[in-house]
């Protein structure tokens, strides 16, 4: 008992180092110079980005990417905003394909916009108007505001966004930052979600980036950033369980030099991997992360401990505690390459009911060392699913991106002038049509046969529902689009689909 109460005691003052850990990532400050504080974008114009932004540092070398063709990723996007449209439906009805989507990786074009309708937060942004304009025009508590300032610079300094201390991406990140302080005046601020919250900023505006860090702190991550990180430290202790399931190897080797889970995962978790993999890779997590909640987080870490300590072979070279620590924090790049990993983690089997009930079993435990905790958060959701099951909402209702002006009152009628004799002639043809129509369901009306519940049935089998009108039924094929929608709720996946 005693040397598990100060192995706790050593993993809590691991935990007060991790600002001291965050700033040696970051690099030097110095970098902030390399922009003017007179441009807008933050960035200095002669400098070369990579695709995803990136001027320098680990996340800006191209770790060959696996790419999509462009006409499949344009099929992609298509669907996606069809299932903006209908997000409602889709989330009651097809959730599983929505999941099946986010796997293969969202378009980038509408992956901020994804991210917010998996999370929920633009549903809680639309009812809650005016609330981030509200925190965002005060001042903030001071002690929260300076350390915010002073965390700004290291947050993907190698990025356009954030080089220049007054550029866009800067400035935006400490509103957001500063409004959640004010929206969780009890929890404050903690450095770990200055990453969360500068990834959101690459991908959507800072009201946005606001609600989304709402639902991950809130939702997906829980108590992570509380006084004290005990949803970290037990979420160390369900991770280490699992990895016994896994990675018997890796659990044995870890076992035997005591080294407790905080010490080489609180990074990988509060920070949701984003400061840790290729960037490719980081945004392929996140995309299944926003769907399926934190077992991806856990599915990823147990990945990485499995193949850099899962064999003997691994291990002849980290013999020792400090050796298999800083193994783990210099992980072998092919096994953070993108279309490993993420083949990797979606064949993993560990499910949300195996993460529950370890973690009722390390409350038990933590409550015969430690006690009751100190900060009690609500349960976590595991993905969008239960999170939109969760809150009962009205419908999203859907922005256009292009807004036609208003036309007034005489331009509108010079329209409908001009559009008249074009009416007169679609009616015409439209009569023309019902005649052939009907000319053609009287030479047949001895092969088919109307049904008692207002089917037609024709010699092949084929049914079709009919429109009641007095004295006569005809039936409903004037419109073949309403037989031929963009894609049916309760269609099955076709192969192409599949693949898409």
Same mark, same amino acid.
């Given at each position: 008992?005693?040397n598990s109460?100060?192995r706790?005691?050593?993993?809590v003052?691991?935990?007060?180092?991790?600002s001291?850990a965050m700033?040696?990532?970051?690099?030097?400050?110095?970098?902030?110079?390399?922009?003017s504080?007179?441009e807008?974008?933050?960035?200095a114009?002669?400098l070369?980005t990579?695709?995803?932004?990136?001027v320098?540092?680990?996340?800006?070398?191209?770790?060959?990417?696996?790419?999509?063709?462009v006409?499949?990723?344009r *099929?992609?996007?298509?669907?996606?905003?069809?299932m903006?449209?209908?997000?409602?439906k889709?989330?009651?009805?097809?959730h599983?394909k929505?999941?099946?989507?986010?796997q293969?990786?969202?378009p980038?074009?509408?992956?901020?916009?994804a991210?917010?309708?998996l &999370?929920?937060?633009?549903?809680?942004m639309?009812?809650n108007k005016g609330?981030?304009?509200e925190?965002?025009? +005060?001042p903030?508590?001071?002690?929260?505001v300076?350390?915010?300032?002073?965390?700004?610079?290291r947050?993907?300094p190698?990025?356009?966004?954030?080089i220049s201390?007054?550029?866009?991406?800067?400035k935006d990140?400490f509103?957001?930052?500063?409004?959640?302080t004010l929206h969780r005046?009890e929890?404050g601020?903690?450095q770990a979600?200055?990453p969360?919250?500068?990834?959101?900023l690459?991908?959507?505006?800072?009201?946005?980036?606001f609600?989304?860090?709402?639902?991950?702190?809130e939702k997906?991550?829980?108590g992570?950033y509380s006084?004290?990180?005990?949803?970290i430290?037990l979420?160390?202790?369900?991770?280490?369980?699992l990895?016994?399931?896994?990675?018997p190897?890796?659990h044995?080797h870890l076992?035997?030099?005591?080294?407790?889970?905080?010490?080489?995962m609180?990074?990988?978790f509060?920070c949701?991997?984003?400061?840790?993999l290729?960037?490719?890779?980081?945004?392929?997590?996140w995309?299944i992360?926003?769907? $399926?909640g934190?077992?991806?987080i856990f599915?990823?870490?147990l990945? +990485?401990?499995?193949?850099m300590?899962? &064999?003997?072979?691994?291990?002849?070279?980290? *013999?020792?505690?400090?050796?298999?620590i800083d193994k783990l924090?210099?992980?072998d790049?092919?096994y953070?390459q993108?279309g490993?990993?993420?083949?990797?983690i979606i064949?993993?089997?560990?499910?949300e009911?195996?993460?529950?009930k370890?973690?009722?079993?390390?409350?038990k435990?933590w409550?015969?060392?430690?006690?009751?905790?100190l900060c009690r958060?609500?349960p976590?959701?595991?993905g969008? !699913?239960p999170i939109?099951?969760?809150?009962?909402?009205?419908k999203?209702?859907?922005s256009p991106?292009?807004?036609?002006?208003?036309v007034?009152?005489?331009?509108?009628?010079k329209?409908n002038?001009?559009s008249?004799p074009?009416?007169?002639e679609?009616?015409?043809?439209r009569?023309?049509?019902q !005649?052939?129509k009907?000319?053609?369901? !009287?030479?047949s009306?001895?092969?088919?046969?109307t049904t008692?519940?207002?089917?037609?049935?024709t010699?092949?089998?084929s049914?079709?529902p009919v429109?009641?009108s007095g004295?006569? $039924?005809?039936p409903?094929?004037?419109?073949?689009?309403?037989?031929?929608?963009?894609?049916s709720?309760s269609?099955?996946p076709?192969e192409?689909d599949t693949?898409l």
């Open positions: 008992m005693d109460e100060e706790n005691r050593d993993a003052e691991q935990t007060s180092l991790y001291g700033e040696s990532l970051a690099g030097s400050r110095e970098l902030s110079s390399l922009g504080d007179s807008l974008n933050g960035y114009g002669d070369k990579n695709r995803y932004g990136f320098g540092g680990a996340q800006q070398a191209d770790d060959c990417p696996d790419e999509v063709p006409d499949v990723l *099929q992609r996007e298509l669907k996606w905003l069809e903006f449209s209908n997000w409602d889709w989330m009651a009805k097809r599983k929505i999941q099946l989507r986010c293969k990786g969202i980038p074009s509408v992956r901020g916009r991210w917010q309708y &999370s929920g937060s633009k549903v809680k639309e009812q609330k981030f304009e925190l965002d025009s +005060l903030g508590d001071p002690k929260w300076d350390i915010i300032e002073r965390d700004l610079h947050q993907f190698f990025h356009e966004m954030f201390k007054e550029g866009h991406g800067q990140l509103r957001v930052l500063k409004a959640y005046p929890e601020y903690c979600q200055a969360i919250a500068a990834v959101l690459m991908h959507m505006p800072a009201e946005d980036a609600w989304c860090l709402v639902q991950i702190c997906y991550l829980p992570y006084t004290g990180l005990e949803a430290q979420d160390g202790e369900i991770l280490f369980s990895l016994r399931k896994v990675s190897v890796a044995r076992s035997k030099y005591k080294i407790d889970p905080i010490l080489y609180t990074e990988w509060m949701a991997f984003s400061r840790t290729p960037w490719s890779s980081v945004l392929r997590v995309d992360f926003f769907c $399926e934190v077992k991806t599915r990823v870490a990945v +990485l401990l499995k193949h300590l899962g &064999s003997a072979e691994k291990l002849k070279t980290c *013999q020792g505690e400090y050796e298999t924090k210099t992980i790049p092919k953070m993108e490993f990993l993420i083949q990797e064949e993993l089997p560990i499910a009911r195996e993460i529950e370890e973690h009722l079993i390390q409350l435990k409550r015969e060392t430690h006690g009751e905790l958060p609500a976590r959701m595991h969008a !699913k939109s099951d969760s809150e009962p909402h009205k999203i209702q859907i991106s292009i807004i036609l002006p208003k007034d009152n005489i331009e509108k009628k329209q002038k001009e008249k074009f009416q007169k679609m009616e015409k043809q009569l023309k049509e !005649k052939e009907s000319k053609k369901k !009287k030479q009306a001895g092969k088919s046969d008692a519940n207002g089917v037609v049935k010699e092949t089998g049914q079709y429109i009641s004295a006569s $039924e005809a409903l094929l004037q419109n073949e689009q309403i037989w031929q929608s963009t894609e709720l269609s099955e076709s192409q693949y």
